[in-house]
């Protein structure tokens, strides 16, 4: 065994760089490091990365995760959320771990799947990275093919839309080209830590209602 890594400890907000690691070795680390960990990995080109993430970390991601939930069920878009899934593909040597991720367009798919295959089935539409440790890896995403990354960092939500092989910055995610979520996410992510999670998500539903379906909401 090349690591006994249960015996390494990656204090919240650090992270452990590995140099050299196969692809062999890598999926050793994965199995041994378990599905039931904080910890997250991303794997490129033999360099693989161990981070733990601060609760900040934690608590935005699963608020941003909340926010494009309803949305998705406000616009009656089916989708399937992986969470932090492990995504993996050999042949690219590439391996990440999101914060979030949903299949979108390509939710059919998906649906019900215990197991994923990079080699033969459809990466996440849209992957969420919440960069309180500098830990996204925009380029393993790219490799991976996945259409869309929202990167948010310093309260600034980023959106990037994979553009011939390259993620180019945008101003509206076309998965919802009518909302301006740039905005939009920051600012309820930020009344939910003020005014709480429950009624934040009522008036964000509110909002999203009143502005895709306006007639709807003065009828």
């Not at 849209?126 to 996945?146: C, N, W």
Request: proline letters at 7%; one cysteine or more.
């Amino acid at each position: 065994m090349l690591l006994e890594l249960k015996r390494i400890t990656v204090p919240p907000g650090q992270r452990v760089l590995l140099n050299s690691i196969s692809w062999q070795e890598f999926e050793t680390i994965l199995n041994e490091l378990g599905e039931h960990r904080a910890a997250r990995v991303a794997y490129a080109n033999g360099t693989l990365e161990i981070m733990t993430p601060l609760p900040e970390h934690e608590v935005s991601k699963v608020l941003i995760g909340d926010l494009l939930k309803a949305l998705l069920e406000e616009l009656n878009i089916e989708f399937w959320c992986l969470g932090s899934t492990t995504f993996k593909h050999e042949l690219m040597n590439q391996g990440i771990e999101p914060d979030d991720c949903f299949y979108i367009q390509n939710e059919a798919a998906i649906r019900g799947r215990d197991r994923l295959d990079l080699t033969i089935d459809p990466p996440p539409d849209l992957a969420i990275e919440v960069d309180v440790t500098s830990r996204t890896h925009p380029a393993i995403y790219q490799v991976l093919g996945v259409p869309e990354l929202w990167r948010f960092e310093k309260a600034q939500l980023q959106i990037n839309v994979l553009q011939a092989g390259q993620y180019v910055e945008v101003e509206f995610s076309p998965n919802f080209p009518d909302l301006p979520l740039r905005q939009m996410i920051p600012e309820y992510l930020q009344q939910a830590k003020t005014i709480g999670r429950n009624k934040t998500m009522r008036l964000f539903r509110q909002r999203v209602q009143k502005t895709t379906f306006p007639s709807k909401e003065s009828s």
